[in-house]
């Protein structure tokens, strides 16, 4: 043990007791405890190195399940039986400290706090799980002093990636702010205090709500003045599968030199491209936009040739409230419908279609949409004949519009586009230009 684990040096040295954290970690801890002025609250205290330390400071109470596993056994011999508790060889080690420890053995998940208790610090190491910390914050939101601080391990890194979206949401929501240390770039331990919108995190059932819902930090969310925790959470929520999510996230990314790297490292880790992999190449294209400006495109006459040069329309004209609405799968664009009907219109299309509202009336037809939206239509209704409707199919946005054709208003669109030969034309009782393209095959996608 380093010189510096002894607060005070003229006590008797302080034990030898096994710890986890690394010496940069347990520095850091030990030096944002000085400055704490009051009780401290320690999540996953395994054999109480920390808590010996913090107890030199302040009361301390911890959380802890105290299961004592397999492979620990196997690591630390002698310590406990595999399977068993290791509570007593944690009581042992802190049996003697200036300031008293109190022990809850619980589940994270069953933790809570009453708010007169009041607490200057939370060093959170205990599961690397988003909604235990989440469930922890609320618990102890009204109790933290506005100067109270909070430590959590495994931010950055890969370890954790659902800590570091869920650190990143809290910094974008003003819940909390980084304090900036200069902790080396191994230590993946966030130091926060509570911002200015502190009270709101009570306001999130869960923290999955946090990460899809709360706009990205602008400001720097590691304390090397990058990005690392945003880069994480839009791997974090394209592994949820919630690609529109990520993609509107992307779109609200400040573009920094260093972030193309921090991508790559991720990408890597989260090995999306086996799991998703056309989206992954998707994710790839659309932050590879992002960062180059100078890959953005004007306007064409034509319908994208390219499925590259698709791509690139559609990053440029999907809004990010469209893409959080989960109704655009921009696989569509190099779907064999998408040629079907890009072989089927005529060339002067696009040119028709710019700057205008385009009615689609028909059964739902993505590749259509998403077609007249990269020619630079305004706007994009489709008249929806599937019968029954599902509640899914329903969606109002600037961009996009999906309702049933009975709720079909004339004065609304410039240009119809039918799908096949529609009835239902007739009833519309508009006298706009219309356009029609081949029916949706069955077989085609
Ligand atoms: C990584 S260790 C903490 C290491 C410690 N900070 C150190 O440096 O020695 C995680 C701790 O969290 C506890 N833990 C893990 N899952 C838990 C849960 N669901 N509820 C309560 N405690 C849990 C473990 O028992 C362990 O003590």
């Known amino acids: 043990m380093s010189d510096t684990a002894i607060l005070d040096k003229e006590s008797p040295a302080a034990p030898d007791i096994p710890r986890m954290l690394g010496d940069a970690d347990f520095e850091l801890v030990k030096s944002r405890a000085e400055l704490s002025n009051g009780p401290i609250l320690e999540i996953g205290p395994w054999l109480g190195a920390v808590t010996f330390e913090l107890a030199q400071i302040a009361p301390v109470t911890v959380v802890d399940n105290f299961f004592w596993s397999e492979s620990e056994a196997n690591a630390y011999p ?57 469930l922890i914050l609320r618990q102890i939101s009204k109790a933290l002093s506005a100067e109270g601080q909070i430590l959590i391990k495994n931010v950055y890194g890969t370890r954790a990636p659902a800590i570091g979206a869920y650190v990143n949401a809290l910094l974008g929501a003003s819940i909390c702010e980084l304090i900036h240390t200069d902790q080396p770039n191994w230590c993946n331990m966030a130091v926060l205090k ?31 003045f990058g990005q690392a925790t945003s880069v994480m959470r839009l791997f974090w929520l394209a592994q949820l599968g919630n ?87 921009p696989r569509q664009a190099f779907s064999n419908r998408f040629e079907v009907l890009r072989a089927a219109l005529a060339s002067g299309f696009a040119v028709k279609v710019a700057g205008k509202s385009i ?51 004339s004065d609304n669109f410039d240009l119809i586009i039918c799908i096949g030969a529609q009835e239902r034309l007739a009833a519309l009782q508009s006298d706009q230009e219309t356009i029609q393209v081949p029916e949706l095959s069955p077989n085609i996608a």
């Open 194 to 224: 509570p911002s200015s919108a502190w009270a709101d995190i009570d306001s999130f059932e869960t923290a999955a709500d946090a990460i899809s819902t709360t706009p990205l930090p602008q400001s720097f969310s590691d304390p090397w």
């Open 78 to 134: 002698g310590i406990s039986e595999p399977n068993g508790s290791f509570r007593a060889a944690f009581e042992s080690h802190v049996a003697d400290t200036p300031h008293p420890v109190t022990t809850l053995e619980i589940d994270a998940s069953d933790f809570a706090w009453d708010d007169s208790e009041s607490l200057s610090l939370l060093f959170y190491d205990g599961p690397r799980d988003a909604e235990a910390l989440h």
């Open 243 to 329: 690609w529109g999510a990520s993609f509107a996230q992307l779109h609200m990314l400040p573009v920094h030199t260093e972030s193309p790297t921090l991508f790559d490292e991720y990408e890597r880790f989260l090995r999306l491209n086996q799991t998703a992999p056309e989206m992954a190449a998707v994710f790839s294209v659309f932050r590879q936009i992002h960062h180059d400006t100078a890959l953005r495109i004007p306007t064409t006459d034509r319908i994208g040739e390219s499925v590259d040069l698709r791509l690139r329309r559609l990053w440029d004209t999907i809004s990010p409230e469209l893409w959080e609405s989960e109704a655009i799968d």
């Open 359 to 409: 009615a689609i009336l028909g059964p739902l037809d993505q590749a259509l949409e998403i077609l007249c939206l990269i020619c630079g239509a305004t706007k994009v209704i489709s008249l929806m004949t599937n019968d029954p409707l599902s509640e899914g199919d329903f969606l109002q946005t600037e961009q996009l519009a999906r309702q049933p054709v009975e709720d079909a208003k």
